[in-house]
C-alpha cells in the first residue's frame, strides 16, 4: 500500500499548519457519560504526534446516526469536555481558526448532522477542506464506509494516514500475509449470515478455527443438533455446512461448542444450567458457550503461536454469569500474551468491551478500534478510506 503517512512528516513540514484530523469517536455513552473511551484514548499518538510538531489541530468525528439533523444527545460536546478541549458547534465554521496558535487542539460537531457526510456529497467535502493545510485520516474503524470525511475529503487536500490507522493496517496485515504459526481464530457473535465472508477467509488462513456463541448454535443446528428456543439462524444451515466443507478442504481443523450454558428465559437473573449440546431441551434458552467449551478453547490456546479473536461467545451484556464463556477466555488469552507464549489480535467493539470488563485490555498484543472494518479487512476487502488514501498518494501533487 503506498499512501503518505503523517509519521513521516517532520517539524518543519507540521508546525503552524492547519491540520483536518479524521477520528472515531462513536464512543458508548450512557446518560450523557462515556462509559467506554478506547476509542478516544487511542487517537492520543497522532494528537500528540501532531501538538509536538506544532500544528494547529482540528479534530473531526461522528457520534451515531443522526441522519443529517441535529440531535442534542449526540452532541460531540461530552467527548471535547472529556479531552479537555474547546468545541466548535459547527463543523463547517471555519472563522476560529485565526485565532488558534500552534500546537491547539479543537473539536468540531457532529459531522453526521450534516446529510452531506454520510451520503459523501461533493459540495459537503469541499467546505470542510476549506482552510486547512492538510488531512489525516486516523479513524479505522470507520474508513470501510465511503463518507464525504473519509473519502471525498482527499480530493482537497494532501492526505496522510495517521499513526493510529498506519499501526491497524501494519497488525492486520501481518495477521494475513505473515503470522507465526500456528494460527487460531476465534469466532463469535450472533449471526452466521454477517460472518460468511470472515469465516470462509479465516478457514483459508488459519491453522484452527473456533466458532461459539449464537454462531455456533448455528452450525451445531446444521449438524442436527437441538437447540431450544436459542436464537439461531437456521435459514443459514446449508452455508454453515459449506463453511465447514471449505474448512476441511484448506487444512483448517473446526471446533464447535461442546455444552451450552442454558435458562429457561432470556433474562440476566434467569437460573443457569450446564447441558452437552446434544442434549439441549425444547424450552431451553441457550446463552452462552458451556464449562466445557470453555475449558477446551482455552486449552487450544496452548497450541497457537497466534491468535485472532471477533465476536463473543454469549450474552456479555448480562454480565458474568451469561458471560462466562468470553470473560474466562479473555482473562485467559491475556495471560498467555502476557507471557509471551501467542500474539493475540483482538476486535470488534462487543469484544473489546469484554476485555475492558475483565480489566486486561492493555495485556493483549493488538486491540482493534474497528468493528465491521476489522472484517472487512480480514475479509481482504479494500477499504474505501483506504483506497482513497492511496488515489491522493498518486494523484495530488503536494
Known amino acids: 500500500m503506498e499512501m503518505r503517512k503523517l509519521s513521516d512528516l517532520t517539524f518543519n513540514e507540521l508546525n503552524g499548519k492547519y491540520v483536518l484530523l479524521r477520528e472515531d469517536f462513536n464512543v458508548q455513552i450512557v446518560g450523557r457519560k462515556i462509559t467506554d473511551a478506547f476509542r478516544i484514548d487511542a487517537a492520543k499518538p497522532t494528537l500528540k504526534f501532531l501538538v509536538d510538531n506544532g500544528a494547529k489541530v482540528v479534530i473531526c468525528a461522528h457520534l451515531g446516526r443522526p441522519s443529517g439533523e441535529y440531535v442534542k444527545d449526540l452532541s460531540l460536546d ?47 467535502a469541499k467546505k470542510l477542506a476549506e482552510g486547512f493545510d492538510l488531512y489525516v485520516n486516523d479513524a479505522f ?42 494460527l487460531v481464530a476465534y469466532v463469535g457473535g450472533g449471526k452466521v449470515s454477517t460472518k460468511i465472508d470472515v469465516l470462509k477467509k479465516i478457514s483459508s488462513i488459519a491453522d484452527k478455527m473456533v466458532i461459539g456463541g449464537a454462531m455456533g448454535t448455528t452450525f451445531n443446528y ?12 437456521k435459514t443459514m444451515a446449508r452455508t454453515a455446512i459449506m463453511i465447514m466443507l471449505e474448512a476441511t478442504e484448506n487444512e483448517c481443523d473446526l471446533y464447535l461448542p461442546l455444552d451450552k450454558g442454558v435458562g429457561k428465559e432470556f433474562n440476566k437473573d434467569a437460573e443457569r444450567e450446564n447441558r452437552d449440546v446434544k442434549d439441549i431441551r425444547d424450552d431451553d434458552i441457550i446463552m452462552d458457550d458451556g464449562t466445557k467449551t470453555i475449558e477446551r478453547n482455552i486449552e487450544l490456546l496452548k497450541t497457537a503461536k497466534t491468535i485472532i479473536w471477533n465476536g463473543p461467545f454469549g450474552v456479555t451484556e448480562f454480565g458474568e454469569k451469561w458471560g462466562k464463556s468470553s470473560y474466562e477466555f479473555a482473562r485467559a488469552l491475556a495471560e498467555y500474551t502476557k507471557s509471551g507464549k501467542v500474539n493475540s489480535i483482538v476486535g470488534g467493539g462487543d469484544t473489546v468491551a469484554v476485555l475492558n470488563a475483565c480489566g486486561v485490555l492493555d495485556d493483549i498484543s493488538y486491540v482493534s478500534t474497528g468493528g465491521g472494518a476489522f472484517l472487512e479487512f480480514i475479509e481482504g476487502k479494500k477499504l474505501p478510506g483506504i483506497i482513497a488514501l492511496e488515489d491522493n498518494f498518486k494523484n495530488f501533487s503536494i
Request: proline share 5%; net charge negative; charged share 30%.
Open 78 to 124: 461530552i467527548i471535547a469536555d472529556y479531552m479537555k478541549i474547546p468545541f466548535v458547534k459547527d463543523c463547517l465554521e471555519k472563522d476560529f481558526l485565526t485565532d488558534m496558535k500552534n500546537g491547539d487542539v479543537v473539536l468540531m460537531e457532529n459531522l453526521r448532522f450534516y446529510i452531506g457526510e454520510e451520503k459523501n456529497e461533493d459540495e459537503f
Open 222 to 233: 446444521a449438524l442436527k443438533l437441538p437447540v431450544g428456543d436459542s436464537l439461531c439462524e
Open 141 to 182: 474503524a470507520v474508513s470501510h464506509r465511503s463518507a464525504a470525511s473519509i473519502v471525498g475529503i482527499t480530493k482537497y487536500l494532501p492526505s496522510y494516514a495517521g499513526i493510529l490507522l498506519d499501526k491497524e493496517i501494519t497488525n492486520l496485515d501481518a495477521v494475513l500475509h505473515n503470522p507465526e504459526r500456528p
